[in-house]
C-alpha cells in the first residue's frame, strides 16, 4: 500500500489495524558509467514497496535529495547537507508521530545516510525508529557474495545495478574493464561512505566506481536481489511491529 496513491480515508483505515510504515531513503548520485543517477532511491524504493505489497505495509513516498558531496564532482549528482537532511526526516516523523503512527522502518540505499539517519532516530522518542540498508539482509549477502565477490566493491556495485537493470532500463555499453580492487584497510577506512573532498574523489575514481565492477550486472540478477531483499524486509518490517503492538 502507497501513501502517495491513498486516500486520507484509506490511511484513517490503515492506522486502525496498524500503525507501522515504511520509509524508504536512497539519494540522487552518480553511480559510475553503468548506473544511473536514481540507482539508490529506485533499489530502496523497488524494495520497499515489494516488501509493502508482500507484508501489507503502508510505504511511504522515497527520500531521493541526501547527503552525496564527494560525487559533486560528476555531473547530475544533487547532494544535499547533512543538517537540511536531518531536518527534513525530523520533520516527516514528526508528521508520523502527529497522526498517530508508532514505529517507522526505514529501508536505505545510501551509505552516507545512515550516520545522520541514527542520530535523528536516537533524537527522538514518539517513535520506534528502525534503520536496515537493503544489502544487509543475510540471504542478500550472500547472493552477493556469490555472483561478484571482492568486485562488489563500495560504490556502483554490481547488485545495485543489476536491480535497476531488471527495474527499469539497461544502459548498453560496450565491455567495461575492472576497477583497481581496494585494500582492506581502504574498505574500513571508508565505510559508510566517508570519501574525501569532489574534485580529489574523481581524480581517484575518475570514472565513479569506487572497486566495484559493474559490467558484471545483469538483470537477472537483480531480479532475485529484489526478491529477497523484499521477503526479509516484510518479514523483518512484520516482526518488529509485533513486538511493538504488543508492549504497554
Known sequence: MRLDLSTWKEIDEYLLKSQAVILPVGSTEQHGPLGIIGTDTLCAEAVARRAGELGGALVLPALAYTPAPFNMGFAGTISVSETVFSALVTEILAALAHHGFRQVYVLNGH????????????????????????????????????????WEGMHATPSEVAITQ????IVDHAPIPAPEPLTPEFIASHAGDRHGPPDEHRRQFPDGRVGSHSGLARPEHGETLLKLASEACAAEFNTLWARVETSP
Open 111 to 150: 551509505g552516507a545516510n545512515l550516520e545522520p539517519l541514527r542520530r535523528v532516530a536516537s533524537a527522538q522518542n514518539a517513535l520506534d525508529i528502525h534503520i536496515r540498508s537493503w544489502w544487509e539482509f543475510p540471504a542478500v549477502r550472500v547472493l552477493r557474495d556469490e555472483l561478484y565477490g571482492s
Open 166 to 169: 531488471h527495474t527499469h532500463r
